[in-house]
Nanobody, 127 residues
Framework: QLQLVESGGGLVRPGGSLRLSCAASEVTFDHYAVGWFRQAPGQEREGVACISSDGRSEYYTDSVKGRFTISRGHAKNAVDLQMNSLKPEDTAKYYC????????????????????WGQGTQVTVSG
C-alpha cells in the first residue's frame, strides 16, 4: 500500500509562510491526482488544493486562492503546498492523499475518492 508522509508544519505568525511536503513511498504516486486537505478541531475535513497527475490542472478552495500554491515535480514522488500570507483561520492539521482512481480528481477536491491518507502535519497560525 502506498504510504504518504507529510512534513513542514509548524507555528507561524499571521502573514508568515510555510511549505508543506507530501512524500510517497512509491514512484506510482506520480500517476495519481493528489490533494491537500485540512481539518480543524470540531470541523469536517475540507479540500484545500488538488493537482492532477500531469500538473496541468489545479484547484483551490476560495479561502486560499492567491495565497497557496500546490505543485509537484521538485522531487519525484512528492507534492508540495506553499502557503503564504497565513491567517489564524488556516490553523488546522493538514493531510495529503491521492485520488484512488486516476490522474484527475473528477469527483472534486473533496475527501471522497481520496485515500492512502498520511498522518498529517499541524499548522498553527498565531501571535
Amino acid at each position: 500500500q502506498l504510504q504518504l508522509v507529510e512534513s513542514g508544519g509548524g507555528l507561524v505568525r499571521p502573514g508568515g509562510s510555510l511549505r508543506l511536503s507530501c512524500a510517497a513511498s512509491e514512484v506510482t504516486f506520480d500517476h495519481y491526482a493528489v490533494g491537500w486537505f485540512r481539518q480543524a478541531p470540531g470541523q469536517e475535513r475540507e479540500g484545500v488544493a488538488c493537482i492532477s497527475s500531469d500538473g496541468r490542472s489545479e484547484y483551490y478552495t476560495d479561502s486560499v486562492k492567491g495565497r497557496f500554491t500546490i505543485s509537484r515535480g521538485h522531487a519525484k514522488n512528492a507534492v508540495d503546498l506553499q502557503m503564504n500570507s497565513l491567517k489564524p483561520e488556516d490553523t488546522a492539521k493538514y493531510y495529503c492523499a491521492r485520488f484512488l482512481t486516476g490522474g484527475y480528481y473528477y469527483t472534486g477536491c473533496t475527501p471522497d475518492g481520496f485515500g492512502d491518507w498520511g498522518q498529517g502535519t499541524q499548522v498553527t497560525v498565531s501571535g
